[in-house]
């Protein structure tokens, strides 16, 4: 086409002759559509369809019958599942909290504009992250042995006793939120990290003109400037902590699937894995992925009320 | 979650020297003791079990129990290694996690730059409401819609098939969503209304100006996607159930729960063997992916 006769248009669409423009208006849904269509048919479409399945009885390679809301009354009646609720609760509590403040932290001190080998201490804090989580999950469960880990070994070296960190409820939960924390942590404080240096160095002059110190400065300037950055990490580390899953798996080795002996440590992901995959029970399996979706999403909304509350004090 | 860091633009690395100059230089010549103290416990701490994993993949299983611990690198990482070999086809498993996660990387990059050049390029109607769907499906927990997922691919016929881990990898919305960043940044409207006076038709322009602009932020997508393809473990474990199709880290999995291996040293060496390549290409590259999660935080 002769570009002396065509017009740019506005939209930057070269356009004089019509068949010209009704390809531009299509062409952009060909590019998107792969998106949508992959995303629909295994993301989307499957996340609306288990809420169908959790009102069967449904066995893989067994009758389906449809019981309505039945799935739902016995998952409310069973221990099982308000144990594994209860343990991906506090399991969440454990390796979030100290995970996030462990990451200002860290973040406040890469951020000292004098370090020297700045890149090998962001790759070294990083290094967690990009191992896998059954690497993880095999070396901590050796890590926290009861006979021969390294962590009872240190316990004992300083006069405390060995733990069966595997048999309680809490130490096994401890073991397991670490293997979390020592995943994220790094990855947090590198977000931290980058948020914190695109804030105005003005603001710390003021600071300091008012006589404020480093670490005065550090409350009054870098934590609420850090306010969405808080929000942010503090959901994706809600939305992904609420749906462990390998950790507590690996820590309980053979017999992984209960989360230990008791259940002392077994997930809400763990029991609907159990419950879908070992049980073949489909229907009851959805219902408690349902039940775990509506809990992330009110977690994740008191989550954005409680850290922009946090942040804002 | 557009807004929720809108912070400053992407300039993440630059202002570092703005900060140096407003620290008044008489008094903080020198990084305090408590700089590097939390400095080396972080360093420690991270590194740590991962020379652990070296010491214990490296030694018999008897040093194993020794107290205190062996602290020192053994000899006997190739007599593990060869039981690893011995209890899973370990270079199969190998093999499928590199075609698994080689795809998806390229697969991920190429259909998120086609939909981030639509976004942030092609006006069309409906344009805004869609990348309002992609950014909200970030953090939807698709995990939890296994079930369907696996009725879905055993409909296909993909179960035991590693088409099952490949296909749904494909396509992110962070991917979508960080590639028409990475369009909107670095390729100015001008060059593609010249493109586009000189006749060429999208495509062309997709092919030879945006693809070609964002190689930088394009391969710093294909090494996520690889990495996390490499590590998937929930959904490998579920949709493949015999040791040929394992990827290496179902097993692992596999190594760990089998019974008659529950020598740490053997299971130690199978994670050498799957961590190795991915610690030689963050050694690589590192600095490339720690710039990624830095400027990624500040887009999302």
């Not at chain 1, 996030?100 to 860290?106: E, N, P, S, T």
């Not at chain 1, 609420?224 to 820590?251: K, M, N, Y």
């Not at chain 2, 205190?68 to 070999?85: E, H, Y």
């Not at chain 2, 309002?132 to 698709?142: A, D, E, R």
Request: net charge positive.
């Amino acid at each position: 086409m002769p570009s002396d006769t065509s017009t740019v248009t506005l939209n930057g669409v070269v356009g004089s002759p019509r068949r010209r423009r009704r390809r531009a208006s299509l062409t952009p849904y060909l590019y998107i559509a792969p998106f949508f269509l992959v995303f629909g048919v295994f993301g989307l479409f499957p996340l609306l369809y288990t809420a169908f399945i959790s009102l069967w009885d449904w066995n893989p390679i067994g009758d389906k019958t449809f019981i309505g809301f039945q799935n739902y009354t016995e998952l409310f009646a069973d221990p099982r599942f308000w144990n594994a609720a209860g343990n991906t609760l506090s399991i969440w509590a454990i390796s979030t909290i100290p995970q996030l403040i462990a990451a200002i932290v860290m973040a406040a001190v890469l951020n000292n504009a004098l370090l020297r080998a700045k890149t090998a201490f962001r790759m070294a804090v990083l290094v967690p992250n990009i191992t896998s989580v059954v690497a993880i999950g095999v070396i901590f469960t050796q890590l926290f042995g009861r006979d021969y880990g390294m962590i009872n070994w240190l316990l004992q070296s300083v006069g405390l006793d060995r733990i069966d960190w595997q048999a309680g409820r809490l130490s096994s939960q401890i073991a397991v939120s670490m293997m979390v924390m020592w995943r994220w942590t790094g990855y947090n404080a590198l977000i931290y990290l980058a948020a914190m240096q695109s804030i105005p160095s003005s603001l710390y002059e003021a600071a300091a003109i008012d006589g404020a110190n480093k670490v005065r400065q550090f409350l009054s300037v870098t934590i609420p400037q850090l306010r969405p950055t808080i929000i942010f990490t503090a959901i994706i580390s809600t939305i992904g902590g609420l749906q462990v899953f390998a950790e507590p798996l690996l820590f309980g080795g053979q017999g992984g699937t209960t989360g230990g002996a008791s259940r002392q440590f077994q997930t809400l992901a763990l029991f609907l894995y159990e419950q879908g995959f070992r049980n073949f029970k489909f229907g009851y399996g959805s219902a408690i992925a349902w039940a775990l979706f509506v809990i992330i999403a009110i977690a994740t909304v008191v989550n954005l009320k409680l850290s922009s509350r946090i942040a804002s004090e | 979650m557009t807004n929720l860091i809108a912070t400053s633009p992407p300039t993440a690395l630059a202002p570092v020297p703005a900060r140096a100059r407003r620290r008044r230089p008489a008094k903080h010549h020198r990084v305090g003791w408590f700089t590097y103290v939390v400095l080396g416990a972080t360093t420690f701490l991270s590194l740590f079990p991962i020379y652990w994993m070296f010491v214990i993949a490296s030694n018999d299983t008897s040093a194993i129990n020794n107290v205190p611990p062996v602290l020192i690198p053994g000899s006997n990482f190739m007599a593990n290694a060869r039981q690893v070999f011995d209890a899973v086809p370990f270079w199969r498993n190998l093999g499928n996690s590199l075609v698994v996660a080689g795809t998806i990387a390229v697969g991920q990059v190429f259909f998120s730059a086609l939909a981030g050049f639509a976004f942030a390029k092609l006006r069309f109607p409906g344009r805004n409401a869609l990348l309002v769907l992609v950014v909200g499906t970030m953090t939807v927990p698709l995990q939890l819609a296994v079930i369907p997922q696996f009725i879905l691919i055993t409909h296909i016929g993909w179960v035991n098939d590693l088409r099952a881990l490949i296909v749904p990898g494909l396509v992110t919305a962070f991917g979508v969503f960080w590639m028409r960043q990475a369009v909107d940044n670095s390729l100015p409207d001008e060059l593609i209304d010249a493109a586009r006076i000189d006749g060429a038709r999208t495509s062309r322009v997709f092919w030879s100006i945006a693809l070609p602009s964002i190689r930088p932020a394009a391969s710093v997508l294909g090494l996520f996607a690889f990495m996390g393809a490499w590590n998937d473990f929930f959904w490998p474990l579920i949709v493949l159930n015999s040791p040929e199709t394992f990827t290496v880290q179902v097993a692992l999995r596999q190594l760990q729960s089998q019974a008659y291996v529950t020598d740490y040293g053997v299971q130690m060496a199978g994670i050498v063997l799957a961590t190795v390549p991915l610690l030689l290409i963050f050694l690589l590259l590192g600095r490339q992916i720690v710039g990624g999660i830095m400027d990624g935080a500040l887009k999302s």
